[in-house]
C-alpha cells in the first residue's frame, strides 16, 4: 500500500516537473527578449548626447529608483529563501507524517512560481527607471558591462 502511495506521489511531482519546466522555458524566452529590447534602447540612448532625464513628480529620481530596487531586491530574497522553506517543509511533512506540512511546501512552491515573474517583471522596471532617471549613468554602465549585461546576464 506505502508502495503505491510513493509511486503517486512521484507521478505527481513528474507531472508539476514538466509545468515547471514549461514555465521557466517561457520565462526565459521572455527575459531574451526584454534583455534584447533594453540592449537596443541603451544603444539609442548612448547615439544620443544630449539625451534629457526624467524628473519624477512628488518624490524626485532618487525615491523612484530606490522603490522600484527594494520591491525587486524583496521578491528576489523571496525567491532565494523559499526553496529551502519548501525542502525543510517536505522533510518535516516525511518525518512527522503530517500532510499540513507537504499541503505548504505545495502552496509556498506556487507562490514562489508567481513571485518569480513579479521578479523579472520588477527587474524590467527597475532597468526602464533607471534609463528615465540617469540615462548618461545607465548607458555608461552597461557599456563598461556590456558582457554581463549580454551573455551572463540572461
Known sequence: ?????????????REHRDIVKKLSYSLLTIGTLL?????????????????????????????????VAQLHILFAAFILGAPIF?????WLGYRKQDPRYDRLAKEVTKVTVILFSMTAVTGG???????????QFTTSFINQFYMVFAVLYP
Not at 506505502?2 to 503517486?8: G, K, P
Not at 522596471?125 to 528615465?132: C, E, K, P, R, T
Open 86 to 90: 519548501v525542502v525543510i517543509s517536505e
Open 35 to 67: 534583455a534584447l529590447c533594453l540592449l537596443g534602447a541603451t544603444s539609442i540612448y548612448a547615439e544620443e548626447l544630449g539625451a534629457s532625464s526624467v524628473e519624477f513628480p512628488y518624490t524626485g529620481n532618487r525615491t523612484a529608483v530606490w522603490v
Open 125 to 135: 522596471l527597475f532597468i526602464f527607471v533607471l534609463l528615465a532617471a540617469y540615462p
Open 1 to 13: 500500500m506505502e508502495q503505491h502511495a510513493i509511486l503517486r506521489r512521484f507521478i505527481k511531482v
